[in-house]
C-alpha cells in the first residue's frame, strides 16, 4: 500500500513559480512510476506530467512542457512539480498518482494509477 501527500499549492500571480511535492508512505516508491494530474472545476481530471521510477525519463502534456519540470527524490520518496510562468488557466487541484508504468503507453491513463492523493489546490490569479 502507498500513500501520497500532495503539498505546496497556493494562490500566486500569472508568471510566477511554485513547486507541489508528494511524500509518499511505503516501500514501493523507488519501483512506481509517478504522475502530476490537475483537475479544474467543471472539468475532467488531466494528466500534466510523469516521471519513471529512475527518473530517467519524463514526459509532458503539451500544455505545460517547457513550463512545468517533474522530478523525484527516491531516497526521501517524494517527486516534484516545479511550476514556473504560470498562467491564470493553470489554476486547478493537482493529484499525484502512482502505478506500475514505466512509460508509454499508459502514463497519461488516468486508470492506469493504483494510488492517488488528496490534491492540492493552485490558484494562478491575472
Known amino acids: 500500500q502507498v500513500q501520497l501527500v500532495e503539498s505546496g499549492g497556493g494562490l500566486v500571480q500569472a508568471g510566477g513559480s511554485l513547486r507541489l511535492s508528494c511524500a509518499a508512505s511505503?516501500?514501493?516508491?523507488?519501483?512506481?512510476?509517478m504522475g502530476w494530474f490537475r483537475q479544474a472545476p467543471g472539468k475532467e481530471r488531466d494528466f500534466v506530467a510523469f516521471?519513471?521510477?529512475?527518473?530517467?525519463?519524463?514526459y509532458y502534456s503539451s500544455f505545460v512542457k517547457d513550463r512545468f519540470t517533474i522530478s523525484r527524490d527516491n531516497a526521501k520518496n517524494t517527486v516534484y512539480l516545479q511550476m514556473n510562468s504560470l498562467k491564470v488557466e493553470d489554476t486547478a487541484v493537482y493529484y499525484c498518482a502512482a502505478g506500475r508504468i514505466g512509460g508509454p503507453p499508459y502514463y497519461a491513463t488516468r486508470r492506469a494509477y493504483d494510488y492517488w492523493g488528496q490534491g492540492t489546490q493552485v490558484t494562478v490569479s491575472p
Open positions: 516521471i519513471s521510477w529512475t527518473g530517467s525519463a519524463t
Open positions: 511505503g516501500r514501493e516508491f523507488s519501483n512506481l512510476g
